[in-house]
């Protein structure tokens, strides 16, 4: 139906070129507009109610009401609304801020760098490792291994990294010096009679032979995501992140960077994804749950062996040429560390690990359904991906139809999950309880039975 003259919708439609939106279908369906949130609900200007089980993207780790982030947005406010960080300047949440990520770093980290968003984090990522290699001499060194269906943002540089073909089709992408490797999506990928084990290690042999292709000496670092989010939540199969770190073992001048955008506090039932699986990142960016997103920021840890050359490299030059007006923000910068105290508090870590199996169990039972290919997930993190034929894994054309049919039925009955080609991705707060979660399941399980 198209949107009611001068009302909100309308007024949407005629003024704002939505992210992630099909501009032309948004000028006939118009948008949902939000006007409140409650715990794990949100709920819409007509009065309909939601569970938004994917914390809005991937970010609302306390719940949308949380009075204590409010609190300390606004005596923040009060007290210094606004300083930068250039040229010696600083203040105290973003130095508290920093101590806190190094104290909870799962490897010891040296220094942190605030950004305002996961892609600007990224993005300079790509530039960090550039400067690192120059101040190394070492300017060979700028090839960046990213994954097919990672993704790690939509600037130029983090779109480079990401391997989706929307982020880089018409876009000109991706640009120089990033090359892609294997998805560890075994359910997708792994080929007949193949065991998870054989393919994990085909994903790693894939990366030794792009290293070596290219020639390790032009490869600044690997970067992923520790369970993948945006591409379709993928989780790598148990031998995975072992078989890659023996790769990497083999080239030590090659970092690993873990994007902990999505997986950094408690997303997996650990702290980080790193910890989940054991890795030993040497440069880590995080964003969404730092704040649960009720302010934008981003950071980007590093270990000393990142930090030392760059250092070198900024005194030879004469200063970090980079930094944001907005870097370290001191309201953003207190809201996190009120919201870090919080998840720490309210163990929502380990609330995330116990939710978090019912989550996955309960989504399970969803297997057997007719237009269910593959249930996957960790923590409080899932995918269901749906076919229309199980056993040729395709589901009807074009691609994303049938998720997105399921998705619009499932928002109708009040959860809101979101559509990631033809898998369901759901990702709730780490608040969400047993109840909520039963909820979740049955409403999936009622939308896909309504398309059945
Ligand atoms: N990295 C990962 C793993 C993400 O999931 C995202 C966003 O979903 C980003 C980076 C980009 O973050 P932002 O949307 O804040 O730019």
């Known amino acids: 139906m198209p949107p009611r003259p001068n009302s909100v919708e309308a007024r949407d439609v005629a003024h704002h070129l939505h992210p992630y939106t099909n501009a032309r279908r948004h000028e006939e369906i118009g948008p949902i507009v939000m006007a409140k949130g409650d715990g ?59 101590e806190k990520l190094i104290a909870l770093a799962p490897v010891p980290m040296s220094k942190v760098h ?35 269906r990672g993704y790690h943002g939509v600037t130029l540089a983090s779109a480079s990294l990401t391997g989706l073909p929307n982020n880089h089709a018409s876009f ?25 084990e054989a393919f994990a290690a085909r994903c790693a042999a894939e990366l030794r032979a792009t290293i070596e292709a290219r020639g390790p000496e032009t490869i600044a670092a690997f970067i992923a995501e520790p369970v993948m989010g945006a591409g379709g939540v993928v989780v790598p199969p148990p031998t995975y992140w072992a078989e890659i770190k023996a790769v990497l073992a083999d080239y030590p001048d090659i970092l690993f960077v873990a994007d902990e955008v999505i997986c950094g506090f408690g997303r997996t039932g650990e702290m980080f994804g790193s910890t989940y699986y054991g890795l030993e990142p040497d440069i880590m960016t995080v964003s969404k749950a730092l704040s649960s997103s009720y302010l934008p920021i981003s950071a980007v840890l590093m270990n000393e062996k990142v930090y030392g050359p760059i250092a070198e490299e900024s005194a030879r030059i004469g200063t970090f040429g980079h930094g944001f007006t907005a870097s370290g ?45 593959e249930v996957r997930g960790i923590g409080l ?35 809101i999950s979101r559509a990631i080609g033809d898998t369901l991705a759901f990702c709730p707060p780490l608040i969400i309880t047993d109840d909520q979660i039963d909820t979740v399941v049955a409403t999936v399980r009622d939308g896909l039975d309504a398309l059945a």
Not at 64 to 83: G, K, N, T
Not at 335 to 344: D, H, K, T
Request: hydrophobic share 40%; aromatic share 6%.
């Open 40 to 98: 794990v609900y949100v709920e819409d200007i007509d009065g309909k109610r939601y569970i938004e089980a994917m914390a809005g993207l991937w970010s609302v780790a306390v719940g949308f009401s949380e009075q204590r982030l409010v609190d300390a947005a606004a005596r923040q406010m009060a007290q210094l609304p606004y300083y930068h960080s250039f040229t010696h300047k600083t203040h105290a949440p973003v130095v508290d801020l920093a």
């Open 381 to 415: 993190i899932a995918g269901v991906e749906l076919v229309t034929d199980k056993e040729k894994k395709i589901a009807v054309q074009p691609p994303g139809a049938l998720a997105a049919k399921a998705f619009g039925l499932i928002q109708e009955r009040g959860v």
């Open 329 to 373: 923000h001191p309201v953003a910068a207190a809201v996190a560390l009120e919201n870090l105290a919080i998840i720490e508090e309210r163990g929502l870590v380990a609330n995330a690990r116990e939710r978090g199996e019912r989550l996955q169990s309960g989504l399970r039972t969803l297997s057997g359904h007719p237009l269910v290919g």
């Open 114 to 148: 605030f950004t305002n968003s996961g892609s600007e984090a990224n993005d300079l990522i790509v530039k960090l490792l550039r400067y690192r290699s120059n101040a190394l001499g070492e300017p060979a060194r700028k090839t960046i291994i990213s994954r097919l």
């Open 172 to 196: 000109d992408l991706p640009g120089e010096g990033v090359v892609h490797t294997m998805c560890p999506h075994y359910w997708r990928e792994g080929e007949a009679g193949e065991s998870e």
